[in-house]
């Protein structure tokens, strides 16, 4: 099993210029990824038996994460997903910045639709309030929030079926965020809103979905672990 010094040295030795450019080249070295995950145990990350023949799998978790969702009603499924490349990418991230980055769980609020996408190729903070909501008023970045009543108000204007995320966050440091703002100052990788009910992250491979739950946003009642 590679050791926790192995995962810096994978990075260094990929030459990767970009983070646009790290995904693309770990999709084509299965065996990198692999040695990548294999050294997780050693950075504090538990490990899993990824499916590497497909971009993404889920596996049913109603029953176990049912206390992590109750904030949010009706709840339908819950899947844990399990993406090696982003995976193993999060992974490098973490590592690249070092021992005073923390890792916090939190949610992500968005349509059903968005859901694939999400799990095979992550939350992209290109499409900031693409639906013409407050996509950038803490920043133009991805945004999550820490309190899941608070991310269950969005989508907005979503009769029906919505989907919360619980996903992981790099965090190194963070100022207010503001209107507009492009990217954080030097050294900060993280702008929160001054109610702390908004993060906002700027940069690839920072976050990693780890579970979604279904729910309906409507007043009827559905039975947890329903299948549609």
């Known amino acids: ?6 995962v810096a040295d994978l990075f260094r030795r990929l030459g990767l210029q970009d983070n646009k450019g ?11 990824v692999e040695e990548i995950i294999s050294a997780a145990g050693n950075i504090g990350y538990r490990t899993a038996d990824f499916d590497f023949s497909k971009p993404y799998t889920t596996m049913d978790n109603t029953s176990l994460l049912r ?8 709840i339908r499924r819950i899947l844990r997903i399990q993406n090696p490349y982003l995976y193993a990418a999060f992974l490098l991230k973490k590592q690249q910045k070092g021992g005073t980055a923390t890792v916090e ?7 059903t ?25 803490y920043g133009n970045g991805v945004s999550f929030s820490p309190t899941i009543g608070y991310a269950k108000t969005f989508p907005r204007r979503v009769d029906g079926e919505k989907a ?6 790099i965090k190194q ?3 207010t965020g503001s ?3 492009q990217i954080p100052p030097p050294g900060i990788d993280t702008s929160i809103s001054r109610d702390r009910n908004v993060w906002v992250k700027y940069c690839d491979n920072e976050f990693y979905p780890a579970y979604v739950a279904y729910y309906s946003s409507n007043d009827r009642r559905l039975p947890i672990g329903m299948l549609f």
């Open 179 to 181: 209107l507009g703002l």
């Open 105 to 111: 769980e939190l949610f992500h609020g968005t349509r």
């Open 22 to 32: 790290f995904v693309i080249k770990i999709r084509r070295d299965v065996m990198i």
């Open 1 to 6: 099993m590679a050791c926790a010094l192995d």
């Open 173 to 175: 440091g963070y100022c």
């Open 164 to 169: 919360m995320f619980i996903v992981r966050v």
């Open 113 to 137: 639709e968005n859901v694939d996408s999400i799990c095979t190729n992550n939350l992209n903070y290109r499409l900031r309030g693409r639906y013409g909501h407050l996509g950038n008023k």
């Open 67 to 74: 206390a992590r969702f109750s904030g949010i009603p009706n």
